[in-house]
């Protein structure tokens, strides 16, 4: 007969040991689950975008109740076990129901810590544990609006986020100096406070809570300094107590909580532990990742395998609010001994630290560009040292050698043990093994067989990246399945087609046919809404500014010191000494600092004041200049060479070819910089087959090539097909870049967007059906209508003014 196991705790770290269990021996026990709440597993990590509206109950459900039949589990839910007879070996429920059991296991988890200030039990104040809390905050939000979330932990600001996204007035108190002093040093904390301000988070730091105010229902909270703020909401987020009533009770010895051994057994041999109720070699863990590392060791026991032990664990952390990207992992407050490495970027939110000792990671903060964290935690508990890659370690993984080949090789290069999803502590080998073993191409593939993937979605990439590098060319990215933003629920192709289909002409139509949770959008879909209504409806969709970066909003490059620079375009790379006495007048007219030849052909002007910006343009517009539109998201330059007209080795007019693509081309807002080329010969001086279009000429015609760029990761383009003459190149150009505007994503390059879709997609489209390619060239002549005037000259004359202005702030 099956030995009888009983679980006591329904959670994912009781619930993930049935499942390691069941891998080495699914027939060996039956299995009887009681748990406390009424519902199946769930991911109690993913609470926070609950309550944050960006998933539902059903999103955050681990184990079906048919998961359990399946693998003929009994579970009970809302019944919770309420005491344990160890010498007859038997559990009582809540509801009396008696069971017996040759095997335990207590994963009873942890309970909110509630801090005992007068008014503590008032109506409205509770803490952040389970889904009754957050169906608790959610119907609050309905009635009320403001909020006090104490303690600015890892915890207390996903809390607070959630709330605000429900449209609560969010006040942190926190009584330390800096939020999550346990995972960030100050500069990253700092970061990170700035960026929950700009979204309407407001702080009380170094605030001690003394006392919780109002009549049966939360009015306020007060603090020791006598101080005071309104309330009808207070969650207290302050930290976690191990759950270990039941087993005190029964007599199983506890300290802070359950005390195990190596293999997660209590001081009875019978009985188990695993989780947040436990307590090994001194150390209690809140994080998932060692509950599951616990589960593993836990079910080797049970299926009296007897090898595995549990030898403690190095965490890591990351935030699960939407935009923000923070890693932290091990000791990485400075001690004696210790070296430190520091990159910092406050213009663009990026901080990286390291703490060394010995040339050996033993702490890493991230804020900003985390990319690299799960490498960085994996040199960490793998204690590599790290002497020889030391002075380019803080730049990336990528940054080793490996140029142009970006994820795919630096995924590769993890061990099978480097931890991929940290939600669902899945390592890198359980998804290769699962890949190769069960046949999965697709992105929904890994995440129904591993889980990975499946929560926040934080490690969506790497995940992606361990797909591309397993299975190669029959991957299956479905990126298109993303979501635009944590706005909307729908992806950037939905949202293309819902405004090509449906007609929507302005941003409120497409907020409100999509029905956007944030009526205003964000930071990342203005942009994008904005570039889609342009691209679709040129004619009739009139440019929000304010939906555009800094740059396209002044028409020029902002500088590390907050001036600008300016670059006219040269059609072509050609001028004339008229051109270069005018750019020599107008640099000495406004004491330019510095003049340099860029890659592209042009001259580029530094230093130059914002204010004095429109008067420039009216100088370089009267000279006949238009902007270079060095600035946008938009087509920047047609670089040739010289050609036949010169070159001996030049079989066309390369040059005046650049000049015509130039002239049709230039002022087109697109999804990201375009950049052209026109090389005279195979030699291919300029460049054009790392360019987005690029036409190498050659004795019979022009060989057009299409995708490519230069930068971090270098993409040689892809020869699109062969035309025999300069309207042809014209033509077909201009269709490419339609096809391209018309439906790649906001902010993607051509070099992937072609990956994306297929080269065989785009050639089939502009090569292979005649009419669609001329449909396409036609709507981007008419689009060109509307672009081609120059921004320069209309701001020299007064357009937009208030941007160039200076803000006069007089004396009272």
Known sequence: MKQKLILIGNGMAGVRTLEELLKLTPDAYEITVFG?????????????????????????????????????????????????????????????????????????????????????????????????????????????????????????????????????????????????????????????????EERGMKFL??????????????????????????????????????????????GIHCERGIVVNDTMQTYDPRVYAVGECVQHRGSCYGLVAPLFEQAKVAANHLAQL???????????????????DLFSAGEFNQEDGDEVLVLQDPGAGVYKKLVLRDNVIKGAVMYGDTLDGTWYFQLLRDGTDISGFRGSILFGQHDLGDAGHGDATRIAALGDDAEICGCNGVC???????????????????????????????????????????????????????????????????VIRGIRENELKDMDAVRNFFEWKNADGCASCRPALNYYLLAQWPGEYLDDAQSRFINERAHGNIQKDGTYSVV?????????????????????????????????????????KKEDLPAMWADLSEAGFVSGHAYGKAMRTVKTCAGKTWC??????????????????WGSWMPHKFKLAVSGCPRNCAEATIKDFGVVCVDSGYELHIGGNGGIKVRVTDLMCKVASEEEVLEYCGAFIQKYREEAHYLERTAPWVERVGFDYVKQAIVDDESQRKALYDRFKFGQQFAQIDPWKARAEGEAAHEFRNIEISAA
């Not at 509801?95 to 994963?107: I, K, N, S, V």
């Not at 969650?235 to 976690?240: C, P, T, Y």
């Not at 090898?307 to 890591?316: F, L």
Request: contains cysteine; proline residues 4%; glycine residues 10%.
């Open 36 to 196: 406390a709440e009424p519902h199946p597993n769930y991911n109690r990590m993913m609470l926070s975008p609950v309550l944050a509206g960006e998933k539902t109950v059903d999103d955050i459900i681990l184990n079906s109740r048919e998961w359990y039949a399946e693998h003929g589990i009994t579970l009970h839910t809302g019944d919770p076990v309420v005491s344990i007879d160890r010498a007859a070996r038997k559990v009582v429920t809540q509801t009396g129901l008696e069971l017996d059991y040759d095997r335990l296991l207590l994963a009873t988890g942890s309970n909110p810590f509630i801090i005992p200030v007068p008014g503590h039990d008032k109506n409205g104040v509770l803490g952040f544990r389970d889904i009754a809390d957050v169906d608790t905050m959610l119907a609050a939000s309905k009635d009320y609006k403001k909020a006090v979330v104490i303690g600015g932990g890892l915890l207390g600001l996903e809390a607070a986020n959630g709330l605000m996204k429900n449209g609560m007035d969010v006040t942190v108190v926190h009584l330390m100096d800096i939020l999550m002093e346990r995972q960030l040093d100050a500069p990253a904390a700092n970061l990170l406070k700035a960026s929950l």
């Open 205 to 250: 730091m170094e605030a001690q809570t003394a006392e919780i105010l109002g009549d049966g229902r939360v009015q306020g909270v007060k603090f020791a300094d006598g101080s005071s703020v309104g309330a009808d909401l207070v969650v207290m987020a302050v930290g976690i107590r191990p759950s270990i009533e039941l087993a005190q009770q029964a």
């Open 306 to 324: 007897g090898i595995a032990r549990y030898e403690g664990s190095v965490t890591s952390t990351k935030l699960k609010v939407t935009g923000i």
């Open 428 to 494: 890198k080998g359980e998804i290769v093994d699962a890949i190769v073993k069960k046949g999965l191409f697709t992105l929904e593939d890994v995440r129904s067989h591993t889980k990975a993937s499946s929560s926040c979605g934080s490690c969506t990439g790497l995940v992606e990246s361990i797909l591309a590098s397993t299975v190669g060319e029959g991957y299956d990215a479905t990126p298109n399945k993303k979501p635009m933003c944590g706005c909307t629920e729908h992806s950037h192709d939905e």
């Open 568 to 608: 006219p375009r040269m059609f072509g790379g050609l001028c004339t000494p008229h051109d270069l006495r005018a750019i020599a007048d107008v640099a000495e007219k406004f004491d330019v600092p510095e003049m340099k030849v860029t890659g592209g052909q042009r001259i580029d002007l530094f230093g130059i």
């Open 648 to 665: 001996r080795f030049g079989t066309q007019n390369s040059t005046g070819l650049g000049v015509k693509l130039e002239e049709l081309t």
